[in-house]
């Protein structure tokens, strides 16, 4: 057999052996751009989940405008409310956060207390928890994470004894589960300013702080925004 064909018996050869693998490259890219653009790697927005307190069946329409959905569908997300009462809590699931709040020196933030933390944010049982638990006897002075103004402060369902405080440009920080308020709606605080004190009220399973971050009536996670550690900064009662 000359060179020449065996040349020619090998090229046949080695191309009946890598066109498959082409095939299978070109099967791989494929399904990696039909791949859908919600995995763990992808740029795009976040979903979140927004609590939003109302205080009348009349609000419905307004937040279904918001979030672009509808009152009914409000409604069937809530399945544990049969009846709109003021403080009542309603999560809708939808809405992007487009903006960020700054942890920077300008927007500093300290812990409302000093404890463990005993629930994080996020999915616990079946249920989204909104906030941050921190773990506390009762009697502990809650202070605000950052100047502002009290916006709710009183007695709501869940939350028992609770402070609001709006910090302007859609920043609000909640504080919930308290035995005693010591500031009223209307009131300008400090950051580090105590507004409330520890307890056990509303429905909890013992005593201990509920911290929430809302942006735009939207809660994010606020481990985002407090100082980095592992336990909440020691303040002085």
Do not use: C
């Amino acid at each position: 057999m000359n060179t020449e064909r065996r040349r020619r018996i090998w090229e046949r050869g080695a191309a009946f052996i890598l066109m498959p693998v082409f095939a299978l490259i070109a099967l791989g890219l494929m399904l990696s751009l039909a791949k859908p653009g919600y995995s763990q790697t992808s740029a795009g927005p976040d979903v979140s989940f927004s609590i939003v307190t109302v205080d009348s069946p009349r609000e419905l329409p307004l937040l279904a405008e918001r979030y672009h959905t509808t009152a009914e569908q409000i409604l069937r997300e809530n399945p544990r409310v049969k009846m709109i009462r003021p403080g009542t809590n309603l999560t809708i699931k939808e809405n992007y956060l487009e903006q960020e709040v700054s942890r920077g020196s300008t927007s500093s933030w300290v812990w409302p207390l000093s404890g463990p933390v005993s629930s994080a944010y996020g999915q616990r049982e079946g249920d989204f928890h909104h906030g941050l638990d921190i773990a506390v006897p009762p009697g502990i002075t809650v202070r605000a994470a950052r100047p502002g103004r009290v916006s709710k402060a009183g007695r709501f369902p869940i939350y028992g004894l609770t402070v609001l405080v709006d910090h302007g440009n859609g920043v609000q920080t909640l504080y919930a589960h308290n035995s005693k308020l010591k500031v009223k709606v209307g009131d300008s605080v400090e950051k580090g300013e105590g507004i409330a004190v520890s307890g056990n009220t509303g429905k909890t399973t013992g005593p201990h702080l509920h911290f929430e971050v809302r942006l735009s009536g939207q809660t994010i996670d606020p481990l985002k925004v407090l100082p980095k550690q592992l336990l909440a900064s020691a303040v002085s009662n």
